[in-house]
């Protein structure tokens, strides 16, 4: 089946630094979203991209949808502790499954320099 | 405006015994999706309603498990009988737009 492959795993931010993390997969997805999860709560989403190429923009947070429609991108610029938890990339693709099965990837968790 | 509401928080139960976990969609979403979140598997879908008909249950692990949304408003996932490897956090999350879902905060089941 479809995966997406999410990295890093793990990163330690400063306050004030930019991140960056990334999704790719082998498969090509037709709709990109990135979701931010606390601890004992669920996912909120942050960014929905749904055309190759799109940039968008939340706030401190940008998203692309790779022109290749294989990857996604999230930058954030300027963090600040509040930022820290788990990012997650999930991605929908019409090559089996059904609309609403977005395929998640296993997380990115952003954690404060000690 | 309230978001996606589900109950219980916590539950704890012992192996064998039937398990409901209960949703309320955010108003007017005619999509409704239940979850499973694991550290070994991530987050998985299980099945999903539309218009509070079953849309994709190919997730379903086994028959043990059960979905229903008798109205807009109301979801129960069942699980009977619980097996120790059932132990996750389930969510369900509801959208207008399919791929836009939002998600309630969780049911940690924990079967012993």
């Known amino acids: 089946g479809q995966q997406l492959n999410q990295s890093p795993q793990s990163m330690f931010i400063q306050e004030g630094e930019d991140v960056s993390m990334n999704c790719t997969s082998s498969?090509?997805?037709?709709?990109w979203l990135w979701y931010k999860q606390d601890p004992g709560e669920g996912p909120v989403l942050l960014i929905a991209?749904?055309?190759?190429?799109e940039l968008t923009s939340n706030g401190r947070l940008t998203a692309q949808f790779g022109i290749t429609r294989k990857d996604s991108f999230l930058n954030i610029s300027a963090s600040i502790p509040s930022d820290v938890g788990i990012y997650f990339c999930a991605g929908q693709t019409n090559y089996g499954g059904s609309q609403g099965n977005l395929i998640f990837g296993k997380g990115t968790k952003l954690s404060v320099k000690p | 405006d309230a978001g996606v509401i589900q109950s219980p928080r916590h539950e704890v139960t012992e192996m064998g015994q039937e398990v409901t976990l209960r949703c309320k969609p955010i108003?007017?979403?005619?999509?409704l999706f239940w979850y499973r979140q694991t550290m070994m598997r991530g987050l998985e879908l299980l099945i999903y309603?539309?218009?509070?008909?079953?849309?994709?249950d190919s997730g379903m692990p086994e028959d043990r498990f059960s979905a229903k949304m008798p109205n807009a408003s109301f979801s129960t996932l069942k699980i009977q009988p619980s097996e120790p490897r059932d132990s996750a956090v389930y969510f369900c999350?509801?959208?207008?737009?399919?791929?836009?879902?939002?998600f309630g905060p969780g049911t940690r089941l924990t079967v012993t």
């Open positions: 991209l749904y055309k190759a190429g």
């Open positions: 999350a509801s959208s207008w737009v399919v791929y836009e879902q939002y």
């Open positions: 498969s090509i997805f037709n709709t």
């Open positions: 108003s007017g979403h005619d999509y």
């Open positions: 309603f539309n218009n509070n008909v079953p849309i994709d």
